[in-house]
């Protein structure tokens, strides 16, 4: 047998093989044909740029991780600043429930003050000295918490800071002019913020 009848021999084979008819019948092959990503694949503008160009390829990469690291920037920075407003809201939110209670607390030691002042008058010593180290316990907790009494005497300067005139009474001497001469009720600072103004009464 010589070349050329060997080769034709080979043709008839090929053409006679099964596996012809079951790839011509095969259902995927009008799908795959037919598929309109083969027509986008196509006509891409950058198909051959890309075939032509590698490099174009990683710059198009580069920007979509640019734009993606950008998105997550924005929404990091977002939460971060949620996370910041959250909490100052909650500090807020503390400081004004433990103002608050602090305010509420305040009137005890008023009780306390005029307590002592009517205790005194009995000279009951045991029972002065027991009412006594009770307020003194209670001032102390008061003062962890951050409240101090705002400390005033008679003859200190009127201080719109710390002070409320509640009346003004005539005063002999020129130098009472202006000053207090009667505390009516203790004022208080809380962290160095006045809750309540010593309630005074002043000359004039």
Do not use: C, W
């Amino acid at each position: 047998m010589n070349m050329n009848q060997k080769k034709l021999k080979k043709k008839e084979e090929i053409q006679d093989n099964p596996l012809k008819e079951e790839i011509q019948d095969n259902p995927l092959k009008e799908e795959i044909q037919d598929n309109p990503l083969k027509e986008e694949i196509q006509d891409n503008p950058l198909k051959e740029e890309i075939q032509d160009n590698p490099l174009k390829e990683i710059e198009i990469i580069k920007e979509k991780l640019e734009k993606e690291k950008d998105k997550f920037l924005r929404i990091f920075a977002e939460f971060e600043n949620y996370k910041k407003r959250i909490k100052k809201e909650s500090l807020d939110l503390f400081r004004t429930v433990h103002q608050q209670i602090i305010i509420d607390l305040i009137p005890i030691l008023d009780d306390f003050e005029r307590g002592l002042k009517e205790l005194k008058k009995s000279k009951d010593e045991l029972i002065i000295k027991g009412i006594s180290l009770i307020q003194e316990k209670f001032i102390k907790i008061l003062k962890q918490k951050g409240l101090n009494k705002i400390k005033i005497k008679k003859g200190d300067d009127f201080n719109t800071d710390f002070h409320e005139a509640i009346t003004q009474i005539p005063v002999l001497t020129e130098n009472l002019k202006g000053k207090v001469i009667e505390i009516i009720e203790s004022g208080y600072i809380l962290q160095e913020k006045v809750i309540r103004h010593a309630k005074v009464i002043t000359g004039k």
